[in-house]
């Protein structure tokens, strides 16, 4: 009788635990350090993504200007913009998410117009997509006397376009970068 009550009570708690469950908050990756140590849900754009022995992936997931390191366990390597729940933990010094599950692909917000003048100005106050147009002419897009640097993407050689793009920040040229997810040629 009592190995049925303990069965019954087991049970019981796991089907209220079941009832409880939430999914986790999304978070803004701006706002990643304020929930350190809580299980949370982020979206953004994937870079440097890499294969990790045994499964699943590292990469960087960004969004706005910010980044977030992400491990996973699950899935393949993951491109594009995704959706990832996990817990941020801090791994040799830098807040990491350990993901809870493979990433699922999301589709990405409708693009802002901007002017690249107000992109060049002050380009972490933007969030991406972005729809921007200008010329591009020796590794930069510009227009009316303002420029912003490329980074990855489509980018032809040369010429007018218009392109939907996310900012980055490039370490490398301590600068911020454009990096475009599609380029049209653009009549002005």
Same mark, same amino acid.
């Given at each position: 009788m $009592?190995?049925? &009550? &303990?069965?019954a009570?087991?049970?019981?708690?796991?089907?209220?635990?079941?009832?409880?469950w939430? @999914?986790?908050?999304?978070?803004? &990756?701006?706002?990643?350090?304020?929930?350190e140590?809580?299980?949370?849900r982020?979206?953004?754009?994937v870079?440097d993504?890499?294969p990790? #022995?045994g499964g699943g992936?590292r990469?960087?997931?960004?969004?706005?200007g910010? =980044?977030l390191?992400?491990?996973t366990? !699950? /899935?393949?390597v @993951?491109? %594009? *913009?995704?959706?990832? !729940?996990? +817990?941020?933990l *801090?791994?040799?010094?830098?807040?990491?998410?350990?993901a809870? /599950?493979?990433?699922?692909?999301?589709?990405p917000?409708? $693009? $802002?117009?901007?002017a690249?003048?107000?992109?060049? $100005?002050?380009?972490?106050?933007?969030?991406?997509?972005? *729809?921007?147009v200008?010329?591009?002419?020796?590794?930069?897009l510009?227009?009316h =006397?303002h420029?912003?640097?490329l980074?990855? %993407?489509?980018?032809p050689?040369? /010429?007018?376009v218009?392109?939907?793009?996310?900012?980055?920040y #490039?370490p490398?040229?301590?600068?911020?970068? &454009?990096?475009?997810? !599609?380029v +049209?040629?653009?009549?002005?």
């Open positions: $009592a190995r049925l &009550l &303990l069965t009570s087991i049970v019981l708690l796991a089907a209220l635990q079941a009832l409880a939430r @999914p986790p908050p999304q978070v803004d &990756l701006a706002d990643a350090a304020r929930h140590g809580q299980e949370v982020v979206t953004g754009l870079r993504a890499r990790v #022995e992936a990469f960087l997931l960004v969004d706005g910010h =980044g390191g992400v491990r366990q !699950e /899935g393949g @993951p491109q %594009g *913009r995704v959706a990832v !729940e996990g +817990r941020l *801090r791994i040799h010094g830098a807040l990491t998410l350990l809870d /599950g493979a990433p699922q692909e999301v589709a917000p409708p $693009a $802002a117009d901007v690249l003048k107000d992109l060049a $100005a002050a380009p972490a106050a933007f969030a991406g997509p972005l *729809r921007v200008g010329t591009v002419e020796g590794g930069h510009r227009a =006397g420029q912003a640097r980074g990855d %993407g489509p980018w050689r040369s /010429g007018p218009e392109a939907i793009v996310d900012v980055r #490039e490398r040229c301590l600068c911020h970068v &454009l990096d475009a997810s !599609e +049209r040629p653009w009549t002005p």
